[in-house]
Antibody, heavy 118, light 107 residues
């Protein structure tokens, strides 16, 4: 059974780069036709789609974050990653990694809280 | 971007009640509409995809309908474990967008 697990610093200073990794276990990140995605949720608020990387390596980003976001995949480690630059307090949120098929998010990680604060 | 709205933003209901949540898209999204349930401190869980298809393992009291711009999620008989926040999401185009959520709590 495929599972996803986010990892990375829980505290990031303003203006720095937030870096998170999602480790895929129980299956290969290269198999199937999936979109490996990042979604975030500020405390008490709704869900915001950050972007995704396809099995082929092609990416799509939310235009609202596009200038600051990079999503990449490391097939040798069965991981995909998120980098969000120039963070501010508004980037404080629970970050989820997820696996989607044609935009439908079927599998989610448990989420990791990232706080932006000095 | 396609904007998603939901109504109501919250509702109070009793066990056994029939509950209906509506979702509206700012433009036609055909049937590319999905519903998720989220409980506090947990990741969302897919309930309905493609507007009306029940995800495997989801109880049949959940159903979805609609196409184009207007959609509904119905819980036929609310159970204690159904108290949660429900989100609609369009997967018609990127950026994927979610509705603001509907919180269902106990009356």
């Amino acid at each position: 059974q495929v599972q996803l697990q986010e990892s990375g610093p829980g505290l990031v200073k303003p203006s720095q780069t937030l870096s998170l990794t999602c480790t895929v276990s129980g299956g290969s990140i290269s198999s199937g036709s999936y979109y490996w995605s990042w979604i975030r949720q500020p405390a008490g608020k709704g869900l915001e789609w950050i972007g995704r990387i396809y099995t082929s390596g092609s990416t799509n980003y939310n235009p609202s974050l596009k200038s600051r976001v990079t999503i990449s995949v490391d097939t040798s480690k069965n991981q995909f990653s998120l980098k969000l630059s120039s963070v501010t307090a508004a980037d404080t949120a629970v970050y989820y990694c997820a696996r989607a098929t044609l935009g439908v998010v079927i599998l989610w990680g448990q989420g990791t809280l990232v706080t932006v604060s000095s | 971007d396609i904007q998603m709205t939901q109504s109501p933003s919250s509702l109070s209901a009793s066990v056994g009640d029939r509950v209906t949540i509506t979702c509206r898209a700012s433009q036609s999204i055909s049937s590319y509409l999905n519903w998720y349930q989220q409980k506090p401190g947990k990741a969302p869980k897919l309930l309905i995809y493609a507007a009306s298809s029940l995800q495997s393992g989801v109880p049949s009291r959940f159903s979805g309908s609609g196409s184009g711009t207007d959609f509904t999620l119905t819980i036929s008989s609310l159970q204690p474990e159904d108290f949660a926040t429900y989100y609609c999401q369009q997967s018609y185009s990127t950026p994927v967008t979610f509705g603001p959520g509907t919180k269902v709590d106990i009356k």
